[in-house]
């Protein structure tokens, strides 16, 4: 299947939209594809999708639930900033990136899982989000700092699954843990060492 890309700015202050359905060979949401579409009440995200831009939804302030697909890897910095009446977010569980402020300002979201395969979060993901009691992470995931700036929610940690893996880079040496489920992004450019690939001369695998 062929790459299929909503470019950046596509819809951008669209407010006759209210409900969409993106279309199945979508992969990537560009950034501000749906900036300040203000009566966005509804989006239907096909199994696709790999990657949300920067400030896709920014602004979406009457988007009131999103269920996130399993193919999901990376969600932009600001991707869903202000979206004010957003009460529930499910996150699959292949998630690697979520941006910084990712999801800041939506004020009354109470609570949100984060899967142990999250690898990268930027920073203020949930601030200024008050209604915030609970956030999920994984156990030695060191995101709560991250995680709980800006915000009154508790941490709550759980063991992650054995398919989770983990990565490191320590100069030229990038070093991976639970092989099984690297395996898999290895060499993909959904890898979130992938950026810093030029930089790596060294491999160490953990069984």
């Given at each position: 299947?062929?790459n299929t890309v909503?470019?950046?700015?596509?819809?951008?202050f669209?407010?006759d939209?209210?409900?969409?359905?993106i279309p199945d060979?979508?992969?990537?949401?560009?950034g501000?594809?749906?900036?300040?579409?203000?009566n966005l009440?509804?989006?239907?995200?096909?199994a696709?999708?790999k990657?949300?831009?920067?400030s896709?939804?920014?602004?979406?302030?009457?988007?009131?639930?999103?269920?996130l697909?399993?193919?999901?890897?990376?969600?932009?910095?600001?991707a869903?900033?202000n979206?004010?009446?957003?009460?529930?977010v499910?996150?699959?569980?292949g998630?690697?990136?979520?941006?910084?402020?990712a999801f800041?300002?939506?004020?009354i979201?109470?609570e949100?899982?984060?899967p142990?395969?999250?690898?990268?979060?930027?920073?203020?993901?949930?601030?200024g989000?008050?209604s915030?009691?609970k956030?999920?992470c994984?156990?030695?995931?060191?995101?709560a700092?991250?995680?709980?700036?800006?915000?009154?929610?508790e941490l709550?940690?759980f063991?992650a699954?054995?398919?989770?893996?983990?990565?490191?880079?320590?100069?030229d040496?990038?070093?991976?843990?639970?092989?099984d489920?690297?395996?898999?992004?290895?060499?993909?450019?959904?890898?979130?060492?992938?950026?810093?690939?030029?930089?790596?001369?060294?491999?160490?695998?953990?069984s």
């Open positions: 299947m062929m909503i470019a950046e700015f596509e819809f951008n669209r407010n939209l209210r409900t969409i359905n060979d979508v992969t990537e949401i560009g501000s594809a749906y900036l300040f579409c203000e009440s509804e989006v239907n995200f096909p696709s999708l990657v949300i831009g920067r896709a939804f920014c602004g979406c302030w009457r988007l009131k639930e999103i269920s697909p399993a193919k999901l890897v990376e969600i932009g910095a600001n869903f900033i979206c004010s009446s957003l009460r529930k499910t996150l699959p569980n998630l690697l990136k979520i941006g910084d402020c800041k300002g939506c004020e979201l109470r949100i899982k984060i142990a395969s999250v690898v990268e979060i930027g920073k203020d993901v949930f601030a989000c008050e915030l009691k956030i999920y994984r156990t030695g995931s060191n995101f700092e991250k995680l709980c700036g800006g915000n009154s929610a709550i940690t063991d699954p054995k398919e989770n893996f983990s990565w490191q880079i320590d100069g040496t990038l070093t991976v843990g639970g092989t489920a690297a395996k898999k992004i290895f060499c993909d450019e959904n890898a979130p060492w992938f950026d810093k690939r030029k930089s790596i001369r060294k491999i160490i695998i953990k």
